[in-house]
Antibody, heavy 120, light 108 residues
Framework: QVQLQQSGPGLVRPSQTLSLTCAIS??????????WNWIRQSPSRGLEWLGR??????????DYALSVKSRITINPDTSKNQFSLQLSSVTPEDTAVYYC?????????WGKGTTVTVSS | EIVLTQSPGTLSLSPGERATLSCRAS???????LAWYQQKPGQAPRLLIY???SRATGIPDRFSGSASGTDFTLTISRLEPEDFAVYYC?????????FGGGTKVEIK
């Protein structure tokens, strides 16, 4: 059974970098049959896909939403079987619940979510 | 970007009634890549339907999905008390993945 365990701070200061990690159990971050995603949810923006990483033909690929493309980095860590989200130059508009999720044939496994507040 | 528009915003029904939720795509979407989720307060979305009409593991058969062109429908045949929640559709066939704005099914 695949599970995703999220970790990271719940409070980030404006202009700083938001960093979250998603640890994978029951699957591998370097599997050829899934992509590893970050999604956030806020009252103002609803559910918003932020980006993903996946491994295919011996290469890592990254896709990012245009709304955050200049500020986002998603990194796989094969040694720890996890992937991370970094979102730089945050503002209060980045306040949201952040989820990691696996997308294989469908998006069936989600982390429990991390509430991140951007405030001084 | 594919925009998904869900209607109605809120559905007020009684237990035992039938719920019909709509999701309309702004452009052609492969039925193979349309999903429905249920979300309760404080929880992550839970996959109900994938490929427009296939139930996810462990989902009761009172939940069903269908597609007609760019229109997708989630039907709950007889509402149980645990079905009152918010429901989202999602397109996941290409990037950016997008979600609808949600339909809240509330107790009348």
């Amino acid at each position: 059974q695949v599970q995703l365990q999220q970790s990271g701070p719940g409070l980030v200061r404006p202009s700083q970098t938001l960093s979250l990690t998603c640890a994978i159990s029951g699957d591998s971050v370097s599997t050829n049959s899934a992509a590893w995603n970050w999604i956030r949810q806020s009252p103002s923006r609803g559910l918003e896909w932020l980006g993903r990483t996946y491994y295919y033909a011996s290469k890592w690929y990254y896709d990012y939403a245009l709304s955050v493309k200049s500020r986002i980095t998603i990194n796989p860590d094969t040694s720890k079987n996890q992937f991370s989200l970094q979102l730089s130059s945050v503002t209060p508009e980045d306040t949201a619940v952040y989820y990691c999720a696996r997308l294989g044939n469908y998006m069936d496994v989600w982390g429990k979510g991390t509430t991140v507040t951007v405030s001084s | 970007e594919i925009v998904l528009t869900q209607s109605p915003g809120t559905l007020s029904l009684s237990p035992g009634e039938r719920a019909t939720l709509s999701c309309r795509a702004s452009q052609s979407v492969s039925s193979s890549h349309l999903a429905w989720y249920q979300q309760k307060p404080g929880q992550a979305p839970r996959l109900l339907i994938y490929g427009a009409s296939s139930r996810a593991t462990g989902i009761p058969d009172r939940f069903s999905g269908s597609a007609s062109g760019t229109d997708f429908t989630l039907t709950i045949s007889r509402l149980e008390p645990e079905d009152f929640a918010v429901y989202y559709c999602q397109h996941y066939g290409s990037t950016p993945l997008t979600f609808g704005g949600g339909t809240k099914v509330e107790i009348k």
